[in-house]
């Protein structure tokens, strides 16, 4: 009877065994994944369509009237913040990524959606990007609370989420990803490495839905001039043109902290700081139409248009106060793509300086290595650019971004970059 049981219990875990054995390395978590991805896309092509809408109507309104509009435009989102809840900003998502388990709570999301919405649409310098990343990297957070997952996997489907809103924007499922990830660290580059095949099949999952649901091309986003690698030089003009960038990130970086200052000084309650920098925002504007809204389009006109040094550097300028007051005044939004205006008119003006280096060489460098000099991103911002801009030679890309990225100030522009475990 023994033996019998013996060998009972033996063919049975023979059988639990076969009907465990999984073929492909295809399971239930990338389902899981590439669930998160298709309503990442879904939630990023629903917010984009209305921003669109939105911004149509408001560009409507030229001239003069641009003023008491964005001022009004402030006022309205800062009384959303005021009363609905404080949505936070770029490095409280980072945060509390790193330091609250990965858990982004969804509560503060209508908050977020409303007076971002509103912020973008009527001409802020930020883009849609740190609105996307904080709603898509929350709806992962909630799903994996339904899910009770725990740990890594938790914070691994925050990160999912995140990706699946930045690629979305960005139209690069790779370089998506690994921006997801970068951004959260000041040294590290990649810690969270188990969340890398999260991120990058829901980044490739929203890539497909956002693209059908608001008709995108799938080719680069911004249309550079043909460029031809003519010789090894190249790759030092890239690294020179990066430096200049670097020392522009430089300003950057220590203006916005003093900024943050005299608007914490002011001790005004956040609708009055937003009226307020929306009425500076509405002032330059009038000026200087090209410092309206965050990017997406103004690239390709700076592109394609003939513009004198004077004019390039006063807007080089005033854009950069633009995102400046933009980010400190409490207006809500995302400041990559207005960092890659900023660069696009930084290696403009260098073009026409030296017009015997390739402009898309110059403008490329430039943004590059500006947004690797702010975000910590060398990576990513390589593999973005080379997607965005269809530039096909990596390396000069890699040489400025990684230029950028060493060459930084060590107190980083995200305060939460640094921050240590338990210090």
Known sequence: ?????????HNVEKIKKRSNYQPFVFGKPVLLWIFMGLLGGSIA???????????HFMAQFQG?????????????????????????????????????????EPKNNPSM???????????????????LVQITGSTGSLLGKILRLKGENFRSLTIAGMASGFTALFGAPLGGSLFSLEILHHKHVVEYYEAILPALVASSASYVVFALIVHLGFGPVWNFPYYHLESMFDFLYAVLFALVAVVVGWCFIYLAKFLQFFWK???????????????????IAYYLPLTRYFGHEEINTILTGEYTISFLVL???????????????????GFIIPLFLVGTVLG????????????SLATISCMAALNACVTRTPLSTAILLSSMTGFHYFVPITFASLTGYFFSPNDPFISTQKTQEGS
Request: charged share 15%; proline share 5%.
């Open 1 to 9: 009877m023994t033996i019998h049981k013996r060998k009972l219990i």
């Open 45 to 55: 092509g629903g917010y984009w369509i209305l921003l669109e809408h939105l911004t």
């Open 64 to 104: 003069w009237f641009v003023i008491p509009l964005m001022a009004i435009s402030g006022l309205v989102a800062g009384l959303i913040i005021h009363f609905i809840g404080d949505p936070g900003e770029l490095k409280l998502i980072v945060n509390n990524i790193r330091f609250n388990r990965g858990r982004l």
């Open 113 to 131: 959606f409303l007076s971002s919405l509103l912020c973008i649409s009527s001409g802020g310098s930020l883009g849609p990007e740190a609105p």
């Open 265 to 283: 000084k002011t001790k005004l309650p956040i609708y009055a700081k937003m009226f307020l920098g929306g009425l500076i925002l509405g002032i």
């Open 315 to 333: 807007l080089l300028i005033f854009k950069i106060f633009s995102i400046l007051i933009t980010v400190t005044s409490g207006w809500r939004g």
């Open 348 to 359: 403009s003006l260098l073009h026409h300086l030296f017009p015997e280096i390739n402009l």
